[in-house]
C-alpha cells in the first residue's frame, strides 16, 4: 500500500459519489454520539462509553480521509483495508494520542492553568463535536493534523504506525500545515458560534412544542451528528487540500 497527493501521481479514477462520497462515515458519527449521551450520564458505563466513542470518531476519520484524499486527486489505498485493519490502525492511534493528550494535560497544568488543562484531554473528541474553548478548538485541530499524517504513515509502512515520524513530518511541513491549523481553528470558531445558535433555537422549539420527549431527543440527537458529519468533512478537506499543496509547492 502507497499514498501520495502528488501532482505526478493521479491516475485513480475518481470512483466516489457525488456529495454522497462522506457518507459511509456516517454510522461512526452515530455511534459516537450515542456513546458521548451515554459517558454524559455518568455511573461505570461512562469509560467504556468514551473509549467506544473515541475509536469511532477514529474509524469516521480514516473514511473520510479516503475520500479527501481522492477528492484532491491523490491516491490511497485505505479503501482497501479490512474492517480489522482500519479498527486496529485506530486502536493504535487512539492510544498514542491519549499518551499526547495527557502529556499535554500535565504541561498546563504544571504551567498554572490548572483550569483549562482539561480541554487538552479533548482533543480528539474535537475534531467532530465541538470544543468549548477558543484554544482547545485550535488544539483539536492540531490534533487533526497529526492523526492524519499518522494514518498516512500507517499505509506508507505496511500499518506501521509511526507517533515521531509523523512529528518530524509535521516540522517538515510545518508552514503549510501550520497554516491549515490556523484555518481550521477559525473554522471551528465559526461552527460553534452557528451550532450554538442552533442549539439554542432547538431548546426554544422543544419548550414550546408540543412534542414527547422522544421527538425532542432524537431531533437534538440528529443536531449534534449532524454538525459531527460536517465538522470532520471541513477538517479533512482542509488538512489534505494544505497537504496536497505542502507536497506541491514544499
Known amino acids: 500500500m502507497s499514498i501520495t497527493l502528488r501532482q505526478d501521481r493521479l491516475s485513480r479514477p475518481n470512483t466516489s459519489f457525488g456529495p454522497f462520497r462522506f457518507l459511509e462515515a456516517l454510522p461512526w458519527l452515530v455511534l459516537a454520539t450515542t456513546m458521548r449521551v451515554l459517558a454524559y450520564g455518568g455511573g461505570p458505563i ?37 474492517f480489522v485493519e482500519q479498527l486496529k490502525l485506530a486502536r493504535g492511534i487512539l492510544w498514542r494520542i491519549v499518551l499526547l493528550m495527557l502529556a499535554a494535560f500535565a504541561v498546563v497544568s504544571l504551567a498554572g492553568y490548572a483550569r483549562f488543562a482539561p480541554n487538552m484531554m479533548f482533543g ?22 497529526l492523526v492524519l499524517l499518522m494514518v498516512i504513515g500507517a499505509e506508507a509502512n505496511n500499518g506501521a504506525i509511526g507517533f515521531f515520524s509523523a512529528m518530524r513530518e509535521l516540522g517538515r511541513r510545518a508552514i503549510w500545515i501550520g497554516s491549515a491549523i490556523v484555518v481550521l481553528g477559525a473554522i471551528y470558531l465559526g461552527l460553534g458560534f452557528v451550532q450554538g445558535l442552533v442549539r439554542n433555537a432547538i431548546w426554544v422549539y422543544g419548550q414550546a ?21 460536517l465538522r470532520l468533512w471541513i477538517t479533512l478537506l482542509v488538512l489534505t487540500y494544505s497537504l496536497k499543496l505542502s507536497y506541491r509547492y514544499g
Open 46 to 82: 461512562a469509560l467504556p462509553a468514551i473509549i467506544v466513542a473515541s475509536i469511532s470518531v477514529l474509524m469516521a476519520f480514516v473514511l473520510v480521509t479516503q475520500r479527501s484524499i481522492e477528492l484532491a486527486d491523490g491516491h490511497t489505498g485505505l479503501g482497501s483495508l479490512t
Open 124 to 145: 480528539l473528541d474535537g475534531m467532530a463535536f465541538d470544543q468549548f474553548t477558543i484554544a482547545g478548538k485550535f488544539w483539536s485541530a492540531a490534533v487533526a493534523s
Open 209 to 229: 412544542a408540543p412534542h414527547g420527549h422522544f421527538v425532542k431527543n432524537l431531533i437534538f440527537f440528529v443536531f449534534i451528528f449532524s454538525f459531527a458529519m
